[in-house]
C-alpha cells in the first residue's frame, strides 16, 4: 500500500509542471558559447528547460547585409543547437510549443490539436526569437515576424547606465496594446510613445528581452505569440593574443622539462 501510494505521488509530481505552469511565461532564445549558438526555451530568469527538439521549426542565419548564411542544426540530450561559418550577424529562429488548454487561473494541460473542440479555453503558443551578434542598417529593419522586438539603436554599441529603446512589432508595424515587455524577470513600463526602455547592465544585455501578445479570436482558440531579443558581442582572438598564448605555451612547457630533468 504505501508502495503504491509513493508511486502515485511520483507521478502527480512528473506532470505537475504541465497543470501549474503558464504556457505564455516560457519563451526561446539563442546562446552563444564555444563556437555553437545554443537553441534554449523556458523562463530565462530561471534558466533554460529541456523540450522536445522537433518542437524548434526554423532557424534563419544572416550576415550583416542580411544575406542568408548557411548553417548545421544539431541535436544534443532535449535539447539543439546551431552551428555556422563565419560572419554570422544575426540569426533568427520559430518554436512551435503546440496547444495547451486551461483548466483554471493557474492550471494548464497539453493537448492534441484534434482535441482542441474538446475544450473552452485553449491557447496556441508560438515562439519567436531574434539575436544580433553585429550590426548593420540591413540588420536594424524589421525582420516582419509575426512578434518582434526591434532595437531602435545599435544594442551591442551601449555602455553599462544606459538604456535601450525597443519597440515591439507584428508583420513589421508597431503594436502597444495589450502588449507585455518583460526583463530580468520584470514587467518593463510602456513609455507614452509605445517604446520601452531596457536598462544596460555590466555585460550589455545581461538576459533576453521578452514580449508576448494574444490575438483575439471568436473561438475556444487564441493563438498567443511571445518573442524574445538577445545581443552578444563574440570576440575573436587577436592574431598578436594568439601568438602570445602560444609563446605563453612554450614557456611553460620548457619550464615542465626542467623540472623533470632534474
Not at 539543439?80 to 492550471?107: C, M, P, W
Not at 479555453?121 to 525582420?143: E, I, M, R
Request: aromatic share 10%; hydrophobic share 40%.
Amino acid at each position: 500500500m504505501l508502495l503504491q501510494k509513493i508511486k502515485t505521488l511520483l507521478i502527480a509530481a512528473a506532470i505537475l509542471p504541465c497543470f501549474i505552469q503558464p504556457a505564455s511565461a516560457h519563451v526561446v532564445w539563442f546562446d552563444y558559447k564555444s563556437g555553437e549558438y545554443n537553441i534554449l526555451f523556458g523562463h530565462p530568469e530561471e534558466g533554460p528547460e529541456s523540450y522536445e527538439p522537433s518542437r524548434f521549426k526554423e532557424a534563419i542565419v544572416y550576415d550583416s547585409d542580411k544575406q542568408i548564411l548557411p548553417f548545421n542544426l544539431n541535436g544534443k540530450q532535449d535539447a539543439l543547437s546551431l552551428t555556422a561559418g563565419k560572419n554570422v550577424a544575426a540569426i533568427q529562429g520559430f518554436f512551435d510549443n503546440g496547444y495547451f488548454a486551461r483548466l483554471s487561473n493557474d492550471e494548464y494541460i497539453r493537448i492534441a490539436e484534434s482535441e482542441i473542440n474538446n475544450y473552452d479555453n485553449v491557447g496556441h503558443y508560438l515562439k519567436y526569437t531574434k539575436a544580433f551578434y553585429d550590426w548593420s542598417d540591413a540588420l536594424a529593419k524589421p525582420f516582419n515576424l509575426p512578434l518582434e522586438i526591434l532595437p531602435l539603436e545599435n544594442p551591442l554599441a551601449l555602455t553599462p547606465g544606459e538604456s535601450l529603446l525597443v519597440q515591439v512589432l507584428s508583420e513589421g508595424q508597431q503594436i502597444t496594446d495589450n502588449v507585455t515587455v518583460e526583463y530580468l524577470g520584470q514587467v518593463v513600463a510602456k513609455n507614452p510613445n509605445g517604446t520601452f526602455s531596457i536598462p544596460i547592465g555590466r555585460k550589455g544585455l545581461e538576459q533576453p528581452i521578452e514580449a508576448s501578445y494574444s490575438l483575439p479570436s471568436n473561438s475556444n482558440l487564441t493563438i498567443s505569440y511571445e518573442t524574445s531579443l538577445t545581443a552578444q558581442s563574440i570576440s575573436v582572438p587577436e592574431p598578436s593574443d594568439l601568438l602570445g598564448l602560444g609563446f605563453l605555451g612554450l614557456l611553460i612547457l620548457y619550464k615542465k622539462k626542467l623540472l623533470l630533468n632534474k
